[in-house]
């Protein structure tokens, strides 16, 4: 770990495979012994959220430089818009090998800081004179 919490890139595939479900770490080694494909990911949520992708574009981004990787990302909503429940927020288009032990770890980024941006959101249309802290979002910052 980095003094900021973050983690070490040298850390990094240890993480990821520690955070990543069986399933998928199976996945990810028979795809890359019986033959690689391109897929594409679409990330959305069961219900309505705010648009906060950053926390896991930023992790995304250290993964693809780690794995020395390319992974096209089409971002279908900007920060802070409203995203309506299913509608994908994301698309993320790669390496099957590259992207399928990610899929949690991309879901638990994005996830919680969605739904937390809503609902401040929700509180502050509720109690417009009203100040308040959203302590919900501290739970968004990883592990």
Known sequence: MTADGGVRASDLAADIAARTDTYFNRTRRIVARFGDRRVTYALFMRRPVICAPRLMLDWLKLVVAERATTVDVDLIYQEGDWVGAGEPIVYLTGSLVQLSDLETILLQKIGPACVAAHNA????????NAAFLAMEARHCAGA
């Open 121 to 128: 959101y929700q509180m502050a249309m509720a109690l417009p």
